[in-house]
């Protein structure tokens, strides 16, 4: 048994593989005040496992935090914490410095490379939104990065008079009240940018999104999509297993 951990910049998400079958996903806010307590309590009643793989953008210490609770609970679990390269799983990392590629993007790269194999756009929509275009021999050409959908809200509230907004379903129509033009417009923005990275491509890109807002996202894009919630565990599975038979 796995135990897989995505941390991103806000919250974090985890499940259990067996046998490379993933189990229900569990999404938790590690900045409120009772996370370990929640996770611990989580912990406490699943599978034993034998492993912890761990992809992280967070700070060392939330990484560190499930480390230490996951040895303290299971004395002898491996830890497995991945990290971009310049090559892995026939994905070639574009960075020139291939480390400082966000290692839940490398994971994703290497997982739509082996399920969705083409020439392909990879969209996460999370805290930020990233955009990378990878080719279908695995090379990674480079990618974007924007605020995502809460972020660009945020920012509004937080710098102009105290603009409101809330978290009611966006769509892309035009609003009569300010709240629904926020949420309106900064999803307008985040379809037109997905977009506007495609239409300067000299051809096309299957788009696969990942992240919490992939959904919304997919609704209001323009051109095809394919929702996959779980690449960075995938990108995960694929790693353990070469750790494993090697």
Known sequence: ??????????????????????????????????????????????AVPGQLAIASVSEHAVTMLLVDMA?????????????????????????AQPEKLGVD??????????????????????????????????????????????LMKKSLAQNTAALPFSDDQADTSLAVVTAAGINNGTLLAAAGLVEAALARQPKAYRVVL???????????LSVPSIVDGDLVFKGLLNYCRTENAS
């Not at 974090?12 to 993933?22: E, F, P, S, V, Y």
């Not at 299971?74 to 026939?90: D, K, L, Q, Y």
């Not at 090379?139 to 809460?150: Q, V």
């Open 1 to 46: 048994m796995i135990l897989l951990v995505d941390i991103g910049n806000s919250r974090l998400k985890w499940a259990q593989a067996d046998g490379g079958l993933l189990q229900a996903t569990v999404f938790m806010d590690y900045r409120q005040a009772d996370f370990p307590e929640r996770l611990r309590e989580f912990w406490r009643h699943i």
């Open 71 to 95: 040895r303290s609970l299971w004395s002898g679990i491996e830890v497995i914490m991945p990290r971009a390269s310049e090559t892995a799983f026939n994905v070639k990392n574009a960075y």
């Open 105 to 150: 993007r490398w994971l994703a790269l290497q997982a739509v490379h082996r399920y969705y194999p083409g020439d392909a756009c990879l969209v996460d929509c999370g805290t930020a939104i990233t955009i990378d275009f990878i080719e279908t021999d695995g090379r990674h050409l480079g990618g974007l990065i924007s605020p995502g959908l809460l």
């Open 210 to 220: 990942s992240g919490g807002d992939a959904e919304i996202l997919a609704r209001h």
